[in-house]
């Protein structure tokens, strides 16, 4: 599954490198929403990117992939921010208040800009470019070697530390609920040319995903004072960053795939 900032980065940077139509692009974005718009934040980013402003008639995600091609985008940076890790965001300001409500953005490290998609009507989705608040720190390169053993890693030691609290048993149609959640889960084309190893670990990434979901739903006779459900987030945090993690690294390293192919030779 992934999520709609995945989704546009590994699409954007394939039409950028010529590996995709503009058309593929918004065709691969209908599976979050039937319709999407594009707005700028403010006056300055609304100039730069030649994008409405927010309040303003929206554009189309057409008018986005211009303007990227037009600025010179090598590609953009998937951030899956939480409270307390809002790596690669620059900072704090708008841009990071968006992409924690979101809980996703796409990050635009070149132009000093980023993108956060948000529902805002069924099956309408508003994609909102803000200004980063600063260079922030040079991006965090993960490999998806290193990705794929962090999961396997927390899935290890978080299964360990919830048997020990009790609510990690197995239950009656325990399999066929992680079944449903994979299937009910929307299924994102990708462009041709998609490394085969990131499409193995973002597959990792949502079954693992799948199963964290269910982890942390409450079960009868389970973990259920306040402190017992505190030492159950606790367990299950460093799956849920091993899982983003995981989820951005398969997709920068998409990026970098798409971005090598449109360098002169």
Same mark, same amino acid.
């Given at each position: ?8 980065? @590994? ?26 718009? @594009? ?26 992939? $211009? ?8 590609? *953009? ?8 890790? @809002? ?5 704090? *300001? ?43 720190? $040079? ?81 009868? *006779? *389970? ?26 690294? $398969? ?15």
């Amino acid at each position: 599954m992934c999520c709609p900032s995945a989704t546009f980065a @590994v699409w954007s940077s394939a039409w950028l490198s010529g590996a995709a139509a503009s058309d593929d692009v918004l065709d691969a974005l209908d599976v979050w929403g039937e319709a999407h718009e @594009v707005v700028a934040s403010g006056d300055a980013t609304a100039t730069l990117f030649d994008l409405p402003v927010t309040g303003a008639v929206p554009a189309s995600p057409a008018r986005l992939l $211009a303007a990227l091609r037009a600025l010179g985008a090598a590609g *953009g940076r998937l951030a899956l921010p939480v409270a307390g890790d @809002v790596r690669g965001l620059g900072g704090g *300001g708008p841009l990071t208040e968006a992409a924690l409500r979101a809980g996703e953005a796409l990050l635009l490290p070149d132009l000093r800009a980023g993108v956060v998609p948000q529902p805002i009507a069924e099956g309408l989705v508003r994609w909102t470019v803000f200004a980063t608040a600063g260079p922030g720190p $040079a991006p965090e390169y993960v490999s998806l070697g290193e990705a794929e053993h962090g999961l396997t890693n927390a899935v290890r030691d978080s299964a360990g530390a919830l048997a020990e609290l009790d609510v990690a048993r197995d239950r009656p149609g325990v399999r066929g609920e992680l079944s449903a959640a994979l299937r009910s889960s929307p299924a994102p084309t990708w462009p041709p040319g998609m490394p085969g190893r990131a499409l193995r670990v973002l597959q990792r990434a949502e079954e693992v995903g799948a199963i964290l979901h269910l982890a942390r739903a409450d079960e009868p *006779g *389970g973990a259920m004072s306040a402190s017992a459900a505190t030492r159950r987030a606790d367990a299950l945090r460093p799956l849920d960053n091993a899982v983003r993690r995981a989820r951005c690294a $398969a997709v920068d390293e998409a990026v970098r795939v798409f971005a090598r192919t449109s360098e002169p030779s």
